[in-house]
């Protein structure tokens, strides 16, 4: 499952953030393996479409005009920032491309369950 929010900063400089989810069903096989230590461990199919959703959430947002500057990633796409920006080559030119910050989450659900916080 692929789950996506959206905050922004707007043209007075305040922050905002979309009171909506997005929601994705990836893999419905091999789900629990996202749940294993140290970050979640998608399935070569999971994120195949996980990456088509984002280059489609990317393009979406191009459309209406939004020029995205960061993209945190989180469980199961931990270190997988240069596979995330070449997946985003298909909608952003170059220079939108070079200035994307991509990174990942500090921690997971996988993450803390390993280190028994949950």
Known sequence: MLISGLSYIDKDW????EEQLHVSLLDVSNGSDLELPPNGHPSP???KIALRVIVSFFFELEEAGVVVQS???GQGLVGKEAM????LREVLDEQKLASLYVYSSASTYA???ASGIF
Not at 14 to 17: I, L, R, T
Not at 84 to 87: A, D, F, G, N
């Open 14 to 17: 305040v922050k905002k953030s």
């Open 45 to 47: 199919e999971g994120l």
């Open 71 to 73: 993209l945190m990633l």
């Open 84 to 87: 995330v920006k070449e997946s």
């Open 111 to 113: 993450s803390e369950l």
